[in-house]
C-alpha cells in the first residue's frame, strides 16, 4: 500500500487516536506512591478532590501500592504536586508527575523462531550423549557464561563503578556474582540512602553510561531495584541499594557448587526443565512464577534431605566455620565457611540420572499446603507453627503499633525460607495455579523418569532422557 493508504488505513488511525488518548491522559494526571492495598480507589478520589475534579482513579491491580490519579482541569496537577506533604490514613503518599513515554504498538516478537532453532539445535546434541548424566552434564557447558561473557560482565561492573563513584564517591559497588551461575547479575551499591537514591541512579544511567538503555526503576518490587540493558555488550542487569544479604546468598551458593559438583547440572537441568513447561521466567522480574534463585533453593533442600545427604543444612554449615568467618547482616546469623575444604565431603554416590528422578518423586507428593521449607534446618517446618505466629504478631501490633513489627514470612501456596532472612519466602510471589502446575508438572516428570525411555538411550532413534524430558509444553 502507498503511504497515503497506509495514513488512512484502520491500523494507523486506531494507534494515532490511542497515542492521542495517552497524551491527554498524561497532562492531566499525577503518579502517586506509597500507598497500601487497604487504601481503595473511593479514598484516593476523596482525598485529591481538594485539589480540583478527580475525573478517574486507575489502581495497581496487582499489588496495589501506586495508583494514577487523573484530573478535569491541567490546574489541579500543579495543586497536587505544589503541596509540600501528602498524608492519607497515616501513610505518607509521594506524588510525582506522569513519565512521558512515546506509546508504541509491539509487534509480535521476531525471537520466537529463533528460540525453537535453539531448542532444537540442543535436543539434537542431547540425543547423541549416550547417558543422561553426560546430556545434564552438557546443558551446564551450553548455557553457563563463557569467558567472554564473564570478561564483558566485569568490563561493565568496572564502567558502572568508575561512573557511580563519581556521584557517590566513598560508597562500594559489588557484583554478586550470581550471573555466573545464569541467575541475574545483580550490583548491590552498598550506602543506606532514601529510594529516591534510585531514580537518581537511574538518571545517572541514562545519561553518562555508554550503550546503557530500557534503564527502568521498579520501586514496586520487595527491594526496589533499577533494571538496565548495556545493548552491545547484551547484558542485563540491577543496580540495588545495601542490599549485603544478596550478595552473602550468592556467596553461599558459590560454597554449595564448591561442596558437590553435582549441583551445577542438576540446577541447570531443572532451571530449563521449569522454563520450557511454563513454570519460570517472570518477565518483568515480578509475577507468579519461580523464579531462579527459588528453584536452586528447591534444588538445594533437596539434596539436603537425600539419604545420605549430599548437602549440610545451613545450621550445619555454620557450626563447622571458624570464629574468623561470623557474619550477621542485619540481625541474620549468615555465618558459614569460606572454602569448600572446611566441609567433610557427602558420602552420598548417586549418579546425576537417579538425583534428577528423586528431584521429581520428591516433590510430586510433597506436602506444600501444611509445610514450610527450611534450609537452615534442612527439614520441613510445619505451617501451624508459623500462622500462630503470624496471629500472635498481629495482635501485638493491634496493641502496640509503634513497637511491634511483622516478622513472619509472607505465607502462600509454596513457603520456602530464604536461608538467612527467615522472614522472607522466596516463593511468596506464587499464586495456587502457579504451584497445581509445579506440582503436576513433577508428577508427570517422575512417571516418565520410571521408564525405560529416560534411562536408556534409543536404539530405535527415538527421542530419550533429557529430550522428552525437557520438551515445551506446547508439545
Not at 394 to 423: C, I, R, T, W, Y
Request: charged letters at 25%; glycine letters at 6%.
Amino acid at each position: 500500500p502507498s503511504l497515503e493508504q497506509h495514513v488512512k488505513g484502520r491500523k494507523h488511525l486506531t494507534l494515532r487516536t490511542v497515542r492521542a488518548s495517552r497524551k491527554a491522559q498524561e497532562q492531566h494526571s499525577v503518579y502517586v506512591a506509597g500507598i497500601k492495598p487497604q487504601i481503595s480507589q473511593a479514598d484516593i478520589t476523596d482525598y485529591f478532590q481538594q485539589f480540583g475534579p478527580v475525573s478517574d482513579v486507575i489502581m495497581d491491580k496487582d499489588k496495589g501500592v501506586y495508583a494514577i490519579v487523573l484530573f478535569g482541569e491541567t490546574d489541579s496537577i500543579q495543586a497536587a504536586l505544589s503541596c509540600g506533604e501528602h498524608r492519607l490514613k497515616g501513610l505518607k503518599l509521594r506524588v510525582k508527575p506522569r513519565e512521558k513515554k512515546e506509546f508504541k504498538l509491539i509487534p509480535k516478537k521476531k525471537s520466537d523462531s529463533q528460540n525453537l532453532q535453539e531448542v532444537i539445535h540442543v535436543f539434537v546434541l542431547l540425543a547423541y550423549v549416550s547417558q543422561v548424566d553426560g546430556q545434564m552434564r552438557y546443558m551446564v557447558e551450553r548455557f553457563q557464561l563463557g569467558e567472554n561473557e564473564k570478561k564483558a560482565r566485569d568490563l561493565l561492573v568496572q564502567l558502572l563503578q568508575e561512573v557511580l563513584v563519581e556521584f557517590f564517591p566513598g560508597e562500594g559497588m559489588s557484583d554478586d556474582g550470581r550471573s555466573e551461575d545464569s541467575m541475574l547479575s545483580d550490583i548491590d551499591l552498598s550506602t543506606a540512602t532514601p529510594a529516591e537514591v534510585l531514580d537518581l541512579v537511574a538518571t545517572i544511567l541514562k545519561r553518562c553510561v555508554p550503550s546503557v538503555h530500557k534503564v527502568h526503576v521498579v520501586s514496586s518490587a520487595r527491594l526496589p531495584v533499577v533494571k538496565f540493558h548495556h545493548r552491545e555488550l547484551n547484558l542485563q542487569g540491577d543496580i540495588t541499594t545495601n542490599n549485603r544479604l544478596a550478595v552473602r546468598n550468592t556467596r553461599f551458593l558459590q560454597l554449595c557448587a564448591g561442596l558437590d559438583e553435582r549441583l551445577r547440572p542438576l540446577v541447570y537441568t531443572i532451571r530449563h526443565w521449569a522454563k520450557q513447561k511454563q513454570l519460570a521466567g517472570n518477565p518483568s522480574g515480578t509475577g507468579p512464577l519461580l523464579n531462579n534463585y527459588a528453584l536452586t533453593l528447591l534444588v538445594i533442600f533437596f539434596l539436603q534431605n537425600c539419604d545420605p545427604p549430599v548437602l549440610p543444612t545451613v545450621d550445619q554449615l555454620k557450626d563447622m566455620a571458624c570464629e574468623e568467618e561470623e557474619c550477621v547482616i542485619e540481625g541474620w546469623n549468615c555465618t558459614f565457611p569460606s572454602q569448600p575444604i572446611a566441609v567433610p565431603p557427602s558420602k552420598n554416590t548417586q549418579d546425576l540420572c537417579t538425583l534428577l528422578a528423586g528431584f521429581f518423586h520428591f516433590y510430586a507428593k510433597f506436602d506444600f499446603a501444611g509445610s514450610v521449607l527450611s534450609l537452615r534446618e534442612g527439614r520441613a517446618l510445619p505451617i501451624t507453627d508459623f500462622l500462630k505466629q503470624n496471629k500472635d504478631e498481629e495482635a501485638m501490633e493491634e496493641e502496640n503499633p509503634s513497637k511491634v513489627k511483622q516478622h513472619g514470612p509472607k505465607l502462600g501456596p509454596l513457603n520456602l525460607l530464604d536461608p538467612f532472612e527467615l522472614s522472607h519466602n522466596v516463593a511468596g510471589n506464587l499464586n495456587e495455579r502457579s504451584h497445581r502446575s509445579f506440582q503436576r508438572e513433577c508428577q508427570e516428570a517422575e512417571k516418565y523418569c520410571r521408564s525405560l525411555q529416560y534411562q536408556r538411550k534409543s536404539t530405535k532413534g527415538k527421542s530419550w532422557g533429557l529430550v522428552r524430558l525437557l520438551a515445551p509444553q506446547s508439545e
